[in-house]
Protein backbone atom coordinates (compact mmCIF):
# COMPACT_ATOMS: atom_id res chain seq x y z
CA UNK A 1 0.00 0.00 0.00
CA UNK A 2 1.69 2.95 -1.03
CA UNK A 3 0.10 5.27 2.11
CA UNK A 4 1.32 3.94 4.72
CA UNK A 5 0.18 6.22 7.31
CA UNK A 6 -3.25 6.19 6.16
CA UNK A 7 -3.27 2.17 6.29
CA UNK A 8 -1.90 2.97 10.68
CA UNK A 9 -4.59 5.16 10.93
CA UNK A 10 -7.37 3.20 9.26
CA UNK A 11 -5.97 0.19 10.90
CA UNK A 12 -4.04 -3.09 9.69
CA UNK A 13 -5.48 -6.73 9.66
CA UNK A 14 -3.19 -10.07 9.23
CA UNK A 15 -4.26 -12.32 7.44
CA UNK A 16 -3.44 -16.28 7.26
CA UNK A 17 -4.92 -18.62 4.34
CA UNK A 18 -4.26 -22.17 4.64
CA UNK A 19 -5.74 -24.74 2.24
CA UNK A 20 -5.87 -25.91 -1.39
CA UNK A 21 -7.43 -22.91 -3.66
CA UNK A 22 -5.35 -20.20 -1.18
CA UNK A 23 -4.55 -18.11 -4.74
CA UNK A 24 -7.43 -18.78 -6.00
CA UNK A 25 -8.52 -16.83 -2.79
CA UNK A 26 -5.93 -14.47 -3.37
CA UNK A 27 -6.96 -13.60 -6.99
CA UNK A 28 -10.62 -13.19 -5.75
CA UNK A 29 -9.48 -10.48 -3.30
CA UNK A 30 -7.73 -8.50 -5.96
CA UNK A 31 -10.66 -9.14 -8.27
CA UNK A 32 -13.20 -7.26 -5.56
CA UNK A 33 -10.73 -4.59 -5.33
CA UNK A 34 -9.42 -5.08 -1.64
CA UNK A 35 -5.92 -3.92 -1.55
CA UNK A 36 -3.74 -6.15 0.04
CA UNK A 37 0.12 -6.43 0.49
CA UNK A 38 2.95 -8.28 2.35
CA UNK A 39 1.97 -11.33 0.41
CA UNK A 40 4.22 -14.14 1.57
CA UNK A 41 4.11 -17.78 0.69
CA UNK A 42 4.46 -19.71 4.21
CA UNK A 43 4.59 -23.23 2.67
CA UNK A 44 2.65 -25.11 -0.70
CA UNK A 45 -0.69 -24.75 1.16
CA UNK A 46 -0.46 -21.91 3.36
CA UNK A 47 0.11 -17.83 2.23
CA UNK A 48 -0.10 -14.53 4.65
CA UNK A 49 -1.33 -11.32 3.77
CA UNK A 50 -1.97 -7.87 4.94
CA UNK A 51 -5.43 -5.31 4.16
CA UNK A 52 -7.01 -2.52 5.23
CA UNK A 53 -9.36 -3.11 8.51
CA UNK A 54 -11.91 -1.05 6.29
CA UNK A 55 -11.78 -4.11 3.74
CA UNK A 56 -12.62 -6.89 6.35
CA UNK A 57 -15.69 -7.45 5.41
CA UNK A 58 -14.79 -8.21 1.71
CA UNK A 59 -12.25 -10.35 2.93
CA UNK A 60 -15.41 -12.57 5.02
CA UNK A 61 -17.70 -12.25 1.99
CA UNK A 62 -14.76 -13.94 -0.18
CA UNK A 63 -14.12 -16.46 2.82
CA UNK A 64 -17.34 -18.41 2.61
CA UNK A 65 -17.03 -19.81 -0.52
CA UNK A 66 -13.36 -20.85 0.76
CA UNK A 67 -12.85 -24.38 1.86
CA UNK A 68 -10.07 -24.19 3.26
CA UNK A 69 -9.06 -22.03 6.55
CA UNK A 70 -8.60 -18.49 7.08
CA UNK A 71 -7.69 -17.06 10.20
CA UNK A 72 -6.97 -13.13 11.04
CA UNK A 73 -3.90 -13.21 13.54
CA UNK A 74 -2.64 -10.05 14.20
CA UNK A 75 -3.86 -6.86 14.30
CA UNK A 76 -1.64 -3.21 14.23
CA UNK A 77 -2.90 0.40 13.88
CA UNK A 78 -4.36 2.89 15.33
CA UNK A 79 -7.77 1.29 16.09
CA UNK A 80 -5.76 -1.26 17.67
CA UNK A 81 -3.65 0.74 19.82
CA UNK A 82 -7.02 2.47 21.47
CA UNK A 83 -8.51 -1.07 22.26
CA UNK A 84 -5.02 -2.11 23.80
CA UNK A 85 -5.24 1.43 25.78
CA UNK A 86 -8.96 1.00 26.53
CA UNK A 87 -7.78 -2.72 28.00
CA UNK A 88 -5.16 -0.78 30.38
CA UNK A 89 -7.40 2.30 30.61
CA UNK A 90 -6.25 2.07 34.37
CA UNK A 91 -2.80 2.27 34.18
CA UNK A 92 -2.89 5.16 31.71
CA UNK A 93 -5.46 7.13 33.61
CA UNK A 94 -3.22 6.45 36.66
CA UNK A 95 0.01 7.54 34.31
CA UNK A 96 -1.44 10.81 33.36
CA UNK A 97 -3.13 11.65 36.74
CA UNK A 98 0.34 11.18 38.28
CA UNK A 99 2.16 13.70 35.59
CA UNK A 100 -0.56 16.23 36.16
CA UNK A 101 -0.73 16.08 39.98
CA UNK A 102 3.46 16.76 39.63
CA UNK A 103 2.35 19.56 37.31
CA UNK A 104 0.39 21.03 39.86
CA UNK A 105 2.66 20.28 42.88
CA UNK A 106 5.51 21.87 40.92
CA UNK A 107 3.70 24.93 40.20
CA UNK A 108 2.39 25.65 44.11
CA UNK A 109 4.50 27.42 46.04
CA UNK A 110 6.21 25.72 48.82
CA UNK A 111 8.80 28.24 49.94
CA UNK A 112 9.40 32.02 50.58
CA UNK A 113 12.74 33.33 51.43
CA UNK A 114 13.72 36.46 52.39
CA UNK A 115 17.34 37.61 52.30
CA UNK A 116 18.99 40.96 53.73
CA UNK A 117 16.23 42.14 55.64
CA UNK A 118 15.74 42.74 59.78
CA UNK A 119 13.72 40.33 61.44
CA UNK A 120 10.98 43.87 61.76
CA UNK A 121 11.07 44.17 58.06
CA UNK A 122 11.01 40.34 56.90
CA UNK A 123 7.43 40.35 59.25
CA UNK A 124 5.95 43.13 57.23
CA UNK A 125 7.32 41.72 53.48
CA UNK A 126 5.64 38.60 54.49
CA UNK A 127 2.49 40.39 56.16
CA UNK A 128 2.50 42.51 53.15
CA UNK A 129 2.78 39.36 50.63
CA UNK A 130 0.06 37.83 52.39
CA UNK A 131 -2.32 40.70 51.19
CA UNK A 132 -1.56 40.05 47.47
CA UNK A 133 -1.92 36.70 47.95
CA UNK A 134 1.41 35.29 48.16
CA UNK A 135 1.42 32.65 50.62
CA UNK A 136 2.92 29.06 50.68
CA UNK A 137 0.04 26.94 49.32
CA UNK A 138 -1.04 28.85 46.63
CA UNK A 139 -0.90 28.61 42.77
CA UNK A 140 1.72 30.54 41.01
CA UNK A 141 -0.62 30.81 38.60
CA UNK A 142 -2.84 33.40 39.95
CA UNK A 143 -0.60 35.65 41.21
CA UNK A 144 1.30 38.78 39.91
CA UNK A 145 4.09 38.80 37.70
CA UNK A 146 7.92 39.22 39.76
CA UNK A 147 8.62 42.78 38.35
CA UNK A 148 4.61 43.75 39.53
CA UNK A 149 5.20 42.02 42.98
CA UNK A 150 8.33 44.20 43.19
CA UNK A 151 6.18 47.38 42.58
CA UNK A 152 3.60 46.59 44.58
CA UNK A 153 6.00 46.35 47.93
CA UNK A 154 8.46 49.57 47.26
CA UNK A 155 5.29 51.42 46.77
CA UNK A 156 3.61 49.76 50.19
CA UNK A 157 6.39 49.35 52.71
CA UNK A 158 8.70 52.20 53.81
CA UNK A 159 12.09 51.57 54.11
CA UNK A 160 12.72 49.55 51.34
CA UNK A 161 15.70 50.95 49.13
CA UNK A 162 15.17 47.83 46.64
CA UNK A 163 14.02 44.33 46.67
CA UNK A 164 14.57 41.56 44.25
CA UNK A 165 12.11 39.32 43.41
CA UNK A 166 12.85 35.59 41.36
CA UNK A 167 11.02 32.89 40.96
CA UNK A 168 13.09 29.42 41.21
CA UNK A 169 10.35 26.25 40.62
CA UNK A 170 8.38 26.12 43.98
CA UNK A 171 10.55 28.96 45.63
CA UNK A 172 10.26 32.66 46.01
CA UNK A 173 13.16 34.34 46.33
CA UNK A 174 13.53 37.66 47.86
CA UNK A 175 16.61 40.05 48.55
CA UNK A 176 16.14 43.14 50.02
CA UNK A 177 17.84 46.28 50.81
CA UNK A 178 16.89 48.72 53.73
CA UNK A 179 17.52 52.29 53.91
CA UNK A 180 19.90 53.50 55.85
CA UNK A 181 18.25 56.29 58.14
CA UNK A 182 21.27 58.95 58.43
CA UNK A 183 22.18 59.11 62.29
CA UNK A 184 21.28 62.18 63.70
CA UNK A 185 25.24 63.88 63.70
CA UNK A 186 26.48 65.09 67.19
CA UNK A 187 27.01 68.79 67.04
CA UNK A 188 30.95 68.90 67.48
CA UNK A 189 30.83 72.39 68.82
CA UNK A 190 28.73 75.39 70.36
CA UNK A 191 26.26 76.88 68.66
CA UNK A 192 23.11 79.08 68.35
CA UNK A 193 20.13 79.04 66.73
CA UNK A 194 18.67 81.34 64.46
CA UNK A 195 15.82 82.08 62.04
CA UNK A 196 15.68 80.49 58.70
CA UNK A 197 12.84 82.54 57.09
CA UNK A 198 11.49 85.36 58.43
CA UNK A 199 8.29 84.63 60.64
CA UNK A 200 6.24 86.10 64.02
CA UNK A 201 6.92 83.57 66.68
CA UNK A 202 4.34 82.02 68.47
CA UNK A 203 6.36 79.23 70.63
CA UNK A 204 9.86 78.78 72.04
CA UNK A 205 10.95 75.65 73.44
CA UNK A 206 14.29 75.62 74.64
CA UNK A 207 16.01 72.92 75.42
CA UNK A 208 19.55 74.16 76.08
CA UNK A 209 20.93 77.82 75.48
CA UNK A 210 19.18 81.21 76.39
CA UNK A 211 16.11 82.70 74.57
CA UNK A 212 16.55 85.74 72.40
CA UNK A 213 12.84 86.75 71.61
CA UNK A 214 9.67 86.40 72.46
CA UNK A 215 6.22 85.57 71.73
CA UNK A 216 4.86 87.43 69.01
CA UNK A 217 7.66 89.19 67.50
CA UNK A 218 8.71 89.25 63.96
CA UNK A 219 12.37 88.31 63.21
CA UNK A 220 14.28 87.98 60.07
CA UNK A 221 16.02 85.70 58.39
CA UNK A 222 19.41 85.07 60.40
CA UNK A 223 18.10 86.99 63.25
CA UNK A 224 19.39 84.93 66.56
CA UNK A 225 16.67 83.15 68.30
CA UNK A 226 18.18 81.10 71.26
CA UNK A 227 22.21 82.12 72.32
CA UNK A 228 24.55 79.28 72.96
CA UNK A 229 25.97 81.62 75.46
CA UNK A 230 24.84 81.02 79.48
CA UNK A 231 25.72 80.97 82.58
CA UNK A 232 26.46 84.07 85.13
CA UNK A 233 28.08 87.32 84.96
CA UNK A 234 31.38 86.11 86.23
CA UNK A 235 31.51 83.22 83.81
CA UNK A 236 30.05 82.76 80.56
CA UNK A 237 29.76 79.29 79.57
CA UNK A 238 29.59 78.01 75.50
CA UNK A 239 26.64 75.53 74.45
CA UNK A 240 25.37 73.94 71.79
CA UNK A 241 22.03 75.63 71.86
CA UNK A 242 19.20 73.29 71.19
CA UNK A 243 15.05 73.43 71.03
CA UNK A 244 12.74 74.79 68.73
CA UNK A 245 11.15 77.67 67.52
CA UNK A 246 7.57 77.65 65.97
CA UNK A 247 6.83 80.47 64.16
CA UNK A 248 3.91 81.56 61.63
CA UNK A 249 5.02 81.85 58.05
CA UNK A 250 3.50 82.61 54.24
CA UNK A 251 3.55 80.79 51.61
CA UNK A 252 1.74 82.23 48.38
CA UNK A 253 0.71 79.87 45.60
CA UNK A 254 -1.06 79.94 42.18
CA UNK A 255 -2.82 76.86 40.58
CA UNK A 256 -5.12 76.37 37.73
CA UNK A 257 -7.71 73.64 37.25
CA UNK A 258 -9.86 72.89 34.23
CA UNK A 259 -13.90 73.56 34.99
CA UNK A 260 -14.67 70.41 32.83
CA UNK A 261 -12.72 66.95 32.91
CA UNK A 262 -12.39 64.18 30.51
CA UNK A 263 -11.36 60.69 32.09
CA UNK A 264 -11.79 56.54 31.20
CA UNK A 265 -13.83 54.73 33.89
CA UNK A 266 -14.13 51.20 34.35
CA UNK A 267 -17.61 49.33 34.04
CA UNK A 268 -17.26 46.68 35.67
CA UNK A 269 -17.82 44.16 32.83
CA UNK A 270 -14.84 41.99 31.72
CA UNK A 271 -14.20 38.65 29.25
CA UNK A 272 -11.01 36.62 30.83
CA UNK A 273 -9.09 34.36 28.67
CA UNK A 274 -6.77 31.21 29.54
CA UNK A 275 -4.33 30.04 27.13
CA UNK A 276 -1.09 27.91 27.05
CA UNK A 277 1.98 29.62 25.04
CA UNK A 278 4.55 27.56 23.31
CA UNK A 279 7.51 30.12 21.79
CA UNK A 280 5.62 32.09 20.16
CA UNK A 281 2.14 29.86 19.37
CA UNK A 282 -0.45 30.17 21.89
CA UNK A 283 -3.34 27.81 22.56
CA UNK A 284 -6.29 28.70 23.98
CA UNK A 285 -7.52 26.26 26.74
CA UNK A 286 -11.16 28.15 28.46
CA UNK A 287 -12.35 31.35 27.53
CA UNK A 288 -13.03 31.09 23.54
CA UNK A 289 -15.85 34.16 23.89
CA UNK A 290 -14.15 37.17 22.14
CA UNK A 291 -15.72 40.51 23.84
CA UNK A 292 -17.72 42.91 21.76
CA UNK A 293 -16.20 46.22 23.98
CA UNK A 294 -15.80 49.46 21.90
CA UNK A 295 -13.29 50.85 24.66
CA UNK A 296 -11.34 48.60 26.87
CA UNK A 297 -8.14 48.19 28.98
CA UNK A 298 -6.06 44.85 28.36
CA UNK A 299 -4.39 43.49 31.75
CA UNK A 300 -2.10 40.76 30.87
CA UNK A 301 -0.21 38.18 32.84
CA UNK A 302 2.40 35.38 31.97
CA UNK A 303 3.65 32.49 34.51
CA UNK A 304 6.10 30.16 33.50
CA UNK A 305 5.16 26.23 34.02
CA UNK A 306 7.71 24.11 35.96
CA UNK A 307 7.53 20.71 36.51
CA UNK A 308 10.20 19.21 39.44
CA UNK A 309 11.98 22.40 39.72
CA UNK A 310 12.88 22.48 36.07
CA UNK A 311 11.37 25.45 34.32
CA UNK A 312 9.54 24.48 30.93
CA UNK A 313 9.35 26.33 27.51
CA UNK A 314 5.72 26.35 28.14
CA UNK A 315 3.44 29.76 29.40
CA UNK A 316 0.86 30.14 31.33
CA UNK A 317 -0.96 33.31 30.30
CA UNK A 318 -3.89 35.29 31.58
CA UNK A 319 -5.40 37.99 29.59
CA UNK A 320 -8.10 39.96 30.92
CA UNK A 321 -10.22 42.41 29.00
CA UNK A 322 -12.26 45.62 31.04
CA UNK A 323 -14.41 47.32 29.31
CA UNK A 324 -14.20 51.26 29.77
CA UNK A 325 -16.23 54.40 28.73
CA UNK A 326 -14.88 57.32 28.39
CA UNK A 327 -17.20 60.20 30.67
CA UNK A 328 -16.87 63.78 31.42
CA UNK A 329 -17.44 65.96 34.73
CA UNK A 330 -18.29 69.27 34.97
CA UNK A 331 -17.64 71.69 38.46
CA UNK A 332 -19.71 74.64 39.55
CA UNK A 333 -17.51 78.12 39.77
CA UNK A 334 -17.85 77.20 43.36
CA UNK A 335 -16.99 73.23 43.26
CA UNK A 336 -13.97 74.16 40.84
CA UNK A 337 -12.97 77.03 43.39
CA UNK A 338 -12.93 74.00 46.32
CA UNK A 339 -10.86 71.89 44.26
CA UNK A 340 -8.46 73.82 43.39
CA UNK A 341 -7.39 74.87 46.71
CA UNK A 342 -7.28 71.02 47.62
CA UNK A 343 -4.91 70.78 45.05
CA UNK A 344 -2.78 73.62 46.25
CA UNK A 345 -2.95 72.93 49.52
CA UNK A 346 -2.34 69.19 49.07
CA UNK A 347 0.89 69.98 47.17
CA UNK A 348 2.04 72.70 49.70
CA UNK A 349 1.57 69.93 52.38
CA UNK A 350 4.11 67.45 50.62
CA UNK A 351 6.32 70.00 50.36
CA UNK A 352 6.33 71.32 53.77
CA UNK A 353 8.30 69.61 56.63
CA UNK A 354 6.81 66.96 58.76
CA UNK A 355 5.45 68.08 61.57
CA UNK A 356 4.76 71.75 59.86
CA UNK A 357 0.68 72.98 59.76
CA UNK A 358 -1.44 74.91 57.81
CA UNK A 359 -3.00 77.11 59.76
CA UNK A 360 -4.66 79.49 57.51
CA UNK A 361 -5.51 80.47 54.00
CA UNK A 362 -6.47 83.21 51.93
CA UNK A 363 -7.43 83.48 48.28
CA UNK A 364 -5.77 86.24 47.09
CA UNK A 365 -7.57 86.63 43.19
CA UNK A 366 -9.30 84.34 41.40
CA UNK A 367 -10.21 84.16 38.10
CA UNK A 368 -12.89 82.09 35.64
CA UNK A 369 -11.05 82.05 31.83
CA UNK A 370 -11.74 79.61 29.18
CA UNK A 371 -13.03 77.34 31.11
CA UNK A 372 -10.41 77.18 33.68
CA UNK A 373 -10.47 78.53 37.26
CA UNK A 374 -7.09 80.64 38.70
CA UNK A 375 -6.69 80.78 41.78
CA UNK A 376 -4.07 82.98 43.80
CA UNK A 377 -3.94 81.74 47.28
CA UNK A 378 -2.01 82.60 50.31
CA UNK A 379 -1.14 80.07 53.39
CA UNK A 380 -0.28 80.94 56.42
CA UNK A 381 2.30 77.95 58.01
CA UNK A 382 3.03 77.00 61.48
CA UNK A 383 6.75 75.60 61.76
CA UNK A 384 9.79 75.21 63.32
CA UNK A 385 12.34 77.92 62.18
CA UNK A 386 15.02 77.63 64.43
CA UNK A 387 18.26 76.50 62.51
CA UNK A 388 21.75 75.78 64.20
CA UNK A 389 24.74 77.95 63.34
CA UNK A 390 28.11 77.50 65.09
CA UNK A 391 29.11 80.55 67.58
CA UNK A 392 32.42 81.72 65.90
CA UNK A 393 35.15 83.73 67.26
CA UNK A 394 33.67 87.08 66.28
CA UNK A 395 30.97 86.06 68.25
CA UNK A 396 32.70 85.28 71.47
CA UNK A 397 34.13 88.76 70.93
CA UNK A 398 31.06 90.61 70.49
CA UNK A 399 30.10 88.96 73.44
CA UNK A 400 32.77 89.70 75.79
CA UNK A 401 32.87 93.26 74.48
CA UNK A 402 28.73 93.63 75.43
CA UNK A 403 29.60 92.18 78.92
CA UNK A 404 32.28 94.54 79.15
CA UNK A 405 29.75 97.63 78.19
CA UNK A 406 27.00 96.28 80.61
CA UNK A 407 29.57 96.43 83.52
CA UNK A 408 32.50 99.25 83.69
CA UNK A 409 33.40 98.57 87.28
CA UNK A 410 34.94 95.03 86.29
CA UNK A 411 36.60 97.19 83.36
CA UNK A 412 38.52 99.50 85.87
CA UNK A 413 39.67 96.89 87.67
Given at each position: MNNQWLA????????????????????RLIRSRVPIWQVSRQSEQAITFSCSLQHIHKVRREARTFEGEIRFYRGEGFPFLLKRLWKSS??????????????????????????????KMEHQIRKE??????????????????????????????????????????????RVVEKNEPKEKKKNGPQHLVAAKE????????KKGQATVKRDQFVHKGQLLVSGFIGTEEKVREVAADGEVLGETWYKTTVEMPITTEFQVL???????????????????????????????????????????MKLPINYVEKTYYESRRTSRSYTEKEAE??????????????????????????????????????????????????????????????????????????SE
Open positions: FFQGIIFVKVEGQGAERFINGFVVGLVAFFVVILLLSNIVWRIDIGGASPLASMGVEKGRFIFGMDDPETIQHKLLNQIEGLTWIGVEVKGSTFHFAVVVKLFVTGRQVKKHMFEVQAFRFPIWGFKSHSFANYKKDEQVHSVSFVGQQALAIARGDLESKLPEKAEIRGQKILQRQFTNGKVKLSIHFQVLENIAVGKPITQGDKENARRKERNEHPARK
